[in-house]
């Protein structure tokens, strides 16, 4: 059933609405209290070595690594899926402490029941490139040979089996409890139809159950921000997926936070991202670009900086005949980052639930509480070097009030005398990526004084969610 995207097409024609509604109610008349398959999801773990054990690991945390792995082991998942970014430096040092955290929480890859727990891995570009990055100065050799001495990058296959005791294949396949996955190290997403086409008859992608597809970069086309522009993948996968409603695309490398709607994308098939277990970004490339409150030179943008690091998130997805229902999990809190998502799967081409259209007419508008009013005021502080400067402080309630379909993601401050715009800023809600009640219920920008006209000047701030901008909010200075 709905083997082709053209067999789903005809099926979505005939009566979608009808079949579907009856589907879904003949399925979850069917299933069990567990599902079918429950998968453990992260990635961007970012494993450092420093010289230091445990979570003296800088970067990555070997403990933030293990609560999520303990956790996974405690919903009793059938795979653990890493999205690529596991060594943080490229080293095989890095690679190895993975693989003996896995070790420790899942040995002989076996779950507190006895049962299989299969690794789902694949590698990230930190993985295969970072060793490179801190000799692009250097044209030494010896430091070159050095470095590539304990490197992952040219010994993929060697670090694969020394972490984890299995042989390495640039692209390789794994079944589940009957459910196929396909998977492609860092520079190898290209080469997944060529793949599929050699090992069609094993694969059994046209079967109705979803398969899923698991690689580092976000597939062109697909999700949000700058990394969806398909710049490491070509559009070669997108091309070949496009045919599968029944593929599910899990990718990393974004770092975007599991709040954000857009972190499940559908079109022909669905795409989701894995987000990260180091920090969060923070929006940024383009219009989402913010600035870091503290700094004088806004007219450069910046990360949000340390904030970030508070966020650190995975997923325990449970897939049933007709859906996926996604717990997002906040491990630097240890709960819930927001409420279960349910996505149906197979995606309808047509007129996908989880299209961004859709999801822009479901999302409620960011607003600020009843009566909130912008403050300024000057005043001297430090600047980011501890310096003290003349600034201006523009000070505003969170908005907080439109809920989860309202959720803020930044601030777009305007200063205008007169009615003309003198200034403007974008400001990232700290800790957005927070579940609801854990965001901070104001919020400032600092500035530097010169950076306005000296007299009256009105700050108007306006809240920007997801798929919506709210209402603004002004005060005068």
């Known amino acids: 059933m709905l083997n082709t995207r053209r067999q789903f097409i005809h099926f979505a024609g005939g009566g979608f609405a009808a079949a579907w509604a009856t ?21 961007d773990i970012h494993i450092r070595d420093n010289g230091r054990t445990e979570n003296g690991y800088v970067a990555g945390s070997t403990g933030t690594f293990r609560a999520a792995l303990e956790h996974f082991r405690g919903c009793r998942v059938d795979a653990v899926v890493i999205a690529g970014d596991m060594a943080d430096t490229g080293k095989m040092s890095e690679l190895d402490r993975v693989g003996q955290v896995w070790r420790e929480v899942f040995p002989d890859n076996k779950g507190a029941d006895g049962e299989r727990v299969e690794p789902v891995f694949v590698y990230g570009n930190h993985d295969c490139l970072a060793w490179k990055w801190p000799l692009k100065a250097t ?10 001495k304990g490197a992952i990058g040219g ?28 998977c492609a190290h860092w520079g190898h997403e290209k080469d997944i ?3 599929v086409a050699e090992h069609a008859d094993e694969l059994d992608l046209d079967a109705s159950r979803p398969f899923f597809c698991v690689q580092h970069p976000h597939p062109k086309g697909t999700l949000f921000s700058y990394w969806g522009n398909g710049a490491e993948d070509g559009g070669e996968l997108t091309e070949f997926l496009k045919d599968y409603p029944n593929a599910v695309s899990f990718s990393g490398h974004s770092h975007m936070g599991l709040t954000d709607d857009r972190s499940v994308w559908q079109g022909a098939f669905t795409a989701i991202n894995t987000c990260t277990l180091l920090q969060i970004s923070t929006p940024y490339a383009g219009e989402w670009q913010c600035v870091n409150s503290r700094r ?34 906040e491990f630097a809190l240890g709960e819930a980052a927001g409420p279960m998502r349910t996505v149906p799967v197979p995606a309808n081409p047509e007129n996908p639930v989880y299209g961004y259209t859709a999801q822009a007419a479901r999302a409620g508008m960011p607003k600020f509480p009843a009566g909130a009013a912008v403050r300024a005021m000057r005043k001297q502080g430090p600047n980011t070097k501890g310096k003290l400067e003349d600034q201006i402080v523009v000070e505003f309630p969170s908005a907080v009030a439109g809920g989860e379909k309202g959720r803020v993601v930044l601030y777009e401050i305007a200063a205008l005398v007169e009615g003309r715009e003198v200034g403007k800023w974008r400001l990232a809600q700290k800790l957005h990526f927070h579940p609801l009640g854990r965001v901070p219920t104001a919020s400032r920008l600092v500035i ?30």
């Open 296 to 329: 004088k030179d806004t007219s450069k943008a910046y990360h949000m900086g340390a904030t970030s690091r508070k966020g650190r998130q995975g997923m325990v997805i449970d897939v049933w005949p007709d859906r996926l229902e996604i717990e997002r999990r």
């Open 139 to 148: 044209k030494d050799p010896e430091k070159i040979a050095a470095a590539q």
């Open 448 to 477: 530097g004084a010169d950076e306005v006209p000296a007299g009256a000047v009105t700050f108007r701030v306006t809240p920007v969610g997801f798929f919506h901008k709210g209402e603004p909010i002004s005060g005068m200075l």
């Open 23 to 43: 589907f879904h109610a003949r399925a979850l008349a069917d299933v069990a209290e567990r599902p079918p398959l429950r998968l453990g999801v992260v990635s």
């Open 155 to 182: 010994h993929e296959a060697e670090a694969w089996e020394r972490a984890f005791g299995l042989e390495w294949k640039p692209v390789y396949s794994v079944k589940v409890k009957g459910y196929t996955f396909l």
């Open 193 to 195: 139809p060529a793949y």
